[in-house]
Structures are given as structure tokens and as C-alpha cells.
T-cell receptor, first 114, second 113 residues
Framework: DAKTTQPPSMDCAEGRAANLPCNHS???????VYWYRQIHSQGPQYIIH???NNETNEMASLIITEDRKSSTLILPHATLRDTAVYYC???????????????FGEGTQLTVNP | DSGVTQTPKHLITATGQRVTLRCSPR?????VYWYQQSLDQGLQFLIH???????AKGNILERFSAQQFPDLHSELNLSSLELGDSALYFC????????????FGQGTRLTVV
């Protein structure tokens, strides 16, 4: 699985967009980009994932560069409850790969300030 | 609520003891994953079961074992406990053997004294 690099911490004002970058320069063609977050001591929560195209759901948007070497998770209107550690993870996606699992790095601690 | 249930929520036990952590996956999910999160190690993958069969092992100690039962619930057994085993243990489930998205339980906090 490709290694990812994320800033250790970021701050964002409540109501503003939070843009969390992730570098995955060694990503290969069949690897997906997944984002999870973990609010203090709770179980990690899936946010979004993508392969090549930009993706959007009710929680966030994922922008993947054309060369796929980096991506940005966008929380369009951050709230205090979005304060969490955000993990960018690159893994082999479908079809089935034996031993597929999430490898969590250090992530980015996002703090949303009032 | 992710739909993944872990019991117990908290567990305090003495060194040398054995404990069993239980996980009930979301309805319909065949894959169960176990993770350990300690203060100095972050989230570490332990083991993955799919439909009752072990599919992958991570940094799981020989003192630890797991199984997935026919009803798809899973148990993580930790024996000869040491102080360093104190951690949050998370279970996650997903539909397929490969990842689409995984849903995590709220964890079991194990304290070894």
C-alpha cells in the first residue's frame, strides 16, 4: 500500500471550509484513496473514498489531482463537532485482495475554533 | 451509531489474566477486523476474518487470538496480559472481503493493572 503524508495539525474557523491535504506520490493505478476520521477515543468513522474522479457525499468532498499523487478532503462548512484526527489511507480496492485492511498513519489533527 | 457492537465497553484486569472481547458486526457484513490503539502506537491492525476464515494477520502477538463464529460475531482473546496491553481495542466490519468502507465499533478500553 502507498504511503501517505499529512500535516500533523490544522486549524479552521467554524463555518469555514476545512481543506485537508494528503500526499500519496507513490500511489499505483489500482489503489484507492480513503478518508476516515476519529473523534477523541471514539471508533474511526468512514468519510469518503475515490480512485480518480472527484467525489462528494453528505459529509465531504474529495479532490484527487490528475496525476493522483495528492488529494484534498474538503469539509465545506466545518463545525465544532468536526474536530477530530483525519486519516488519509491508500489501499488496494476491489476486486478482492487477500489481506486488505486499513493502515492508519498519524493523520491530521483538525481543530475547529469558534 | 455504526451498527457494530463491542462488549464490554470497559475492562480492568490484572497482569497475567485472560480476557475475551466480543464484536457483533453490522447485519450482513461478512468481514470483521480487529485493531489496537495505544497511546504510543496509534491504530494498529491485528487480524481480519471473512465469513469465519482468517484472511490477514497484522501485528498480533502470539498471546492474542481471535475467531469468527458461524453467526459472524467475533471474539478477541488476550492472555497472559501485560501492562503494555492496556489499550483501546476496536472492531470493524465491512460487507466484502476487500474494502469498500468499514464501520467501527466504539471500542473496548482494556486496562491492565
Amino acid at each position: 500500500d502507498a504511503k501517505t503524508t499529512q500535516p500533523p495539525s490544522m486549524d479552521c474557523a467554524e463555518g469555514r471550509a476545512a481543506n485537508l491535504p494528503c500526499n500519496h506520490s507513490t500511489i499505483s493505478g489500482n489503489e484507492y484513496v480513503y478518508w476516515y476520521r476519529q473523534i477523541h477515543s471514539q471508533g474511526p468513522q468512514y468519510i469518503i473514498h475515490g480512485l480518480k474522479n472527484n467525489e462528494t457525499n453528505e459529509m465531504a468532498s474529495l479532490i484527487i489531482t490528475e496525476d493522483r499523487k495528492s488529494s484534498t478532503l474538503i469539509l465545506p462548512h466545518a463545525t465544532l463537532r468536526d474536530t477530530a484526527v483525519y486519516y488519509c489511507i491508500v489501499i488496494n480496492g476491489p476486486p478482492e485482495t487477500s489481506g486488505s485492511r486499513l493502515t492508519f498513519g498519524e493523520g491530521t489533527q483538525l481543530t475547529v475554533n469558534p | 451509531d455504526s451498527g457494530v457492537t463491542q462488549t464490554p465497553k470497559h475492562l480492568i484486569t490484572a497482569t497475567g489474566q485472560r480476557v475475551t472481547l466480543r464484536c457483533s458486526p453490522r447485519s450482513g457484513d461478512l468481514s470483521v477486523y480487529w485493531y489496537q490503539q495505544s497511546l504510543d502506537q496509534g491504530l494498529q491492525f491485528l487480524i481480519h476474518y471473512y465469513n469465519g476464515e482468517e484472511r490477514a494477520k497484522g501485528n498480533i502477538l502470539e498471546r492474542f487470538s481471535a475467531q469468527q463464529f458461524p453467526d459472524l460475531h467475533s471474539e478477541l482473546n488476550l492472555s497472559s496480559l501485560e501492562l503494555g496491553d492496556s489499550a483501546l481495542y476496536f472492531c470493524a466490519s465491512s460487507v466484502e472481503v476487500s474494502y469498500t468502507e468499514a464501520f467501527f465499533g466504539q471500542g473496548t478500553r482494556l486496562t491492565v493493572v
